[in-house]
């Protein structure tokens, strides 16, 4: 491909350089279709056309052979043009990573025919392709990488981006403790994280729970059953590099459970919902009702607390009655009835 008339033109002027096989067999005038990559196609009639574009951009031009004396008949070649009247080089890549570190670089340039990476560790690279570029960053520092697009069909001949500073960081290490170990009977297992250049953090605590936060501080976790299970922390520094360390956590559960006989719900957020208390619950099915037998509120989920309202309202000061069926984590099971009092 060739621009045709001035730097600002937007006509090109595409050769067919195909090669015949045989020379007693030479190609008739409609053995090629041309794919300008604007959604228009043109018979290559005989050997080069000429195509004008809307608009700047850039275009997957193919060629296709569709003579059927050629027994490789549906050939084709792809070439990438880049139109502009104005070369503006740029491209896109991750601002960050972790060593080592495979840089991925989009060429997103106006125009150009060549390039050159300048990849600010030293390393340059000259290249007339436009497919992404994977340069490898083995050292723990900040890369300033620039772009170089020359086309001598564009009014300005040559563009270099401003430079892009690429950050390397070195991978964070997790760590963390468990305490108490040995366990002590129905007390929560304490974690204590000691990762170092971390942002975020993934607990997973073997029982199916999880936790995800951005803070470094220690956290704690009710296990349900006596038993050993491994606990996994995944530390995640600012580039999204992770490091995990697993460890083996022992528990001691005795079942036992309980309900509070009175709660506040004044939004003062102290005992402003009334939960099922107790370590080994398995499942519950928890009714409460008021003193005209009304069912107020109902759950199966242990976590999930009365907050004093009934359809949205709250109720007033009284005394609430409740049926809870509970089904302990070594396979016991109970029915308890009592009062809860609604205080103001």
């Not at 605590?205 to 038993?227: E, K, M, P, Q, R």
Request: glycine share 8%; with cysteine; charged share 10%.
């Amino acid at each position: 491909a060739s621009k045709v008339g001035s730097c600002s033109s937007f006509t090109y002027q595409f050769n067919n350089l195909s090669v015949q096989s045989n020379p007693l067999k030479p190609f008739k005038a409609n053995s090629f279709i041309i794919n300008f990559g604007d959604g228009t196609t043109s018979i290559m009639r005989p050997n080069s056309v000429q195509h004008l574009y809307a608009a700047a951009g850039t275009y997957k031009v193919s060629l296709l052979l569709v003579d059927s004396n050629y027994c490789n008949q549906s050939d084709s070649v792809i070439i990438t043009l880049r139109i502009a009247n104005v070369l503006k080089a740029q491209f896109t890549t991750a601002a960050s990573g972790c060593a080592p570190y495979s840089a991925i670089f989009t060429n997103t340039s106006l125009g150009g025919v060549s390039f050159t990476w300048i990849f600010g560790d030293g390393q340059t690279l000259l290249t007339t392709s436009s497919d992404p570029v994977v340069h490898l960053y083995s050292t723990i520092k900040q890369y300033s990488v620039q772009l170089i697009a020359t086309d001598t069909a564009t009014c300005n001949k040559n563009d270099t981006t401003l430079p892009f500073v690429i950050d390397v960081k070195g991978k964070p290490t997790a760590g963390f403790t468990a305490s108490p170990q040995p366990p002590i009977a129905n007390t929560a297992i304490q974690f204590t994280n000691s990762s170092s250049a971390a942002v975020s953090y993934k607990w997973f605590y073997g029982d199916g729970d999880s936790l995800l936060t951005n803070s470094s501080a220690s956290v704690s976790h009710i296990y349900n059953t006596t038993g050993t299970f491994t606990a996994m922390l995944i530390a995640i520094n600012s580039a999204g590099c992770a490091d995990t360390l697993s460890l083996p956590v022992h528990t001691l559960v005795t079942p036992v459970f309980d309900v509070p006989n009175a709660f506040s719900p004044n939004g003062d957020g102290i005992n402003d919902k009334i939960f099922i208390q107790g370590y080994g619950i398995s499942t519950v099915k928890w009714n409460i009702y008021n003193r005209w037998g009304i069912l107020v509120f109902t759950t199966s989920n242990k976590s999930t607390g009365w907050d004093g309202t009934y359809k949205g309202v709250l109720q007033p000061q009284d005394v609430y009655q409740y049926i809870l069926e509970v089904q302990m984590t070594d396979g016991t099971t109970f029915t308890k009835k009592g009062d809860i009092t609604l205080l103001r």
